[in-house]
């Protein structure tokens, strides 16, 4: 067989890929998120939180980052998608090793179905709850995430939003761990009813591109929409945490976020944020 048809029969990178192992690494960051929980919710409670629901918990990646952080520390994840949470059993859960793998508990379920057993965090995050488009719908959800709280649990969500949350995008970061890069696309937005649909796609150092390897339908939430049902759901105080920007060195002025969060109720509006919102039973 000549050189250029072995090529042609050798499987592109795209081909290879797995694509939760992709995901992973360019969108979560499961460390920051254990390190918000746990510094906020010790501010306000003034004790350390041990449990821990993660809704749409996708590969319950998070979940395993929980429990690497605490010997005591237990996680719930809940998902409705059986091939995800078997793909997150096997090369997370499993993969941590036998003392992690016995304190994280997977449920396949509608997150509104699961309140018990009662925890002392539940999150919700890379935006998953945007999907319940219906005000009564979130509503519902939010109801449910408390009722499956203690009496001084918190339910912790995130938020994007910005001038730039409307446009049709498209915006690309190389990955360092991978020969790939992340591309995250608002394919479209509705200003009517704020439907909005977002793609993942990855492009490799060989030209392959998996496309779609991730696809959205959610509502643009605003933040004092999810603050007003996040009170009408019952909960008694509802904060939001902007992260903080500071200086680069360089001198163009732009400023860089931090990685730290802190309350706030009046901001500058900026292109893009994503911000934290802490509710309290
Ligand atoms: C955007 S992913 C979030 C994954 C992960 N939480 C993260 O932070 O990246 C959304 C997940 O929600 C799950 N999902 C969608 N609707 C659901 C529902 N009603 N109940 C439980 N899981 C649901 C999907 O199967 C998918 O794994």
């Given at each position: 067989m000549?050189?250029?048809?072995?090529?042609n029969?050798?499987?592109?990178l795209?081909e290879?890929?797995?694509?939760?192992?992709?995901?992973?690494?360019?969108?979560?960051a499961?460390?920051?998120?254990?390190?918000f929980?746990?510094k906020?919710?010790?501010?306000?409670?003034?004790?350390?939180?041990l449990?821990m629901?993660?809704?749409?918990?996708?590969?319950?990646?998070?979940?395993?980052?929980?429990?690497?952080?605490d010997?005591?520390?237990?996680?719930?994840?809940v998902?409705?998608?059986?091939?995800?949470l078997?793909?997150?059993?096997k090369?997370?859960?499993?993969?941590?090793?036998?003392?992690?793998?016995?304190?994280?508990?997977?449920?396949?379920?509608?997150?509104?179905?699961i309140?018990?057993?009662?925890?002392?965090?539940?999150c919700?995050?890379?935006?998953?709850?945007c999907?319940f488009?219906?005000?009564?719908?979130?509503?519902?959800?939010?109801?449910?995430?408390?009722?499956g709280?203690?009496?001084?649990?918190l339910?912790?969500?995130?938020?994007?939003?910005g001038?730039?949350?409307?446009?049709?995008?498209e915006?690309?970061t190389?990955l360092?761990e991978a020969?790939?890069?992340?591309?995250?696309?608002?394919?479209?937005?509705n200003?009517?009813?704020?439907?909005?649909?977002?793609?993942?796609?990855?492009?490799?150092?060989?030209?392959?591109?998996?496309?779609?390897?991730?696809?959205?339908?959610?509502?643009?939430?605003?933040?004092?929409?999810?603050?007003?049902?996040?009170?009408?759901?019952g909960?008694?105080k509802?904060r939001?945490y902007?992260?903080?920007?500071?200086?680069?060195?360089?001198?163009?002025?732009?400023?860089?976020?931090?990685?730290?969060?802190?309350?706030?109720?009046?901001?500058?509006?900026?292109e893009?944020w994503?911000?934290?919102?802490?509710?309290?039973v």
């Amino acid at each position: 067989m000549s050189a250029a048809k072995e090529k042609n029969t050798n499987p592109t990178l795209a081909e290879q890929a797995d694509r939760h192992v992709l995901y992973q690494y360019s969108v979560q960051a499961p460390e920051a998120e254990v390190e918000f929980m746990d510094k906020t919710f010790r501010e306000l409670r003034g004790r350390a939180p041990l449990s821990m629901k993660e809704d749409f918990c996708g590969t319950a990646f998070l979940s395993v980052e929980w429990c690497k952080s605490d010997p005591d520390r237990t996680a719930i994840g809940v998902d409705i998608d059986k091939p995800t949470l078997d793909w997150g059993l096997k090369n997370n859960i499993e993969a941590a090793g036998n003392d992690i793998a016995k304190r994280v508990t997977l449920i396949e379920s509608d997150v509104r179905d699961i309140i018990e057993p009662k925890v002392d965090v539940t999150c919700a995050f890379n935006f998953s709850y945007c999907l319940f488009e219906k005000r009564d719908e979130l509503r519902g959800y939010f109801e449910q995430a408390r009722k499956g709280l203690k009496e001084d649990g918190l339910l912790v969500l995130d938020l994007f939003g910005g001038t730039e949350c409307e446009d049709v995008i498209e915006e690309e970061t190389e990955l360092e761990e991978a020969p790939a890069t992340y591309v995250w696309e608002q394919v479209s937005f509705n200003p009517i009813d704020h439907h909005m649909e977002c793609a993942i796609h990855f492009d490799f150092d060989d030209d392959s591109r998996l496309e779609n390897a991730f696809t959205y339908a959610w509502r643009l939430w605003a933040i004092p929409e999810i603050k007003e049902l996040l009170e009408e759901a019952g909960y008694k105080k509802v904060r939001v945490y902007w992260e903080r920007y500071e200086d680069t060195d360089d001198d163009d002025d732009e400023l860089e976020g931090t990685g730290e969060y802190y309350e706030v109720t009046e901001v500058e509006n900026q292109e893009s944020w994503m911000v934290y919102i802490v509710a309290e039973v």
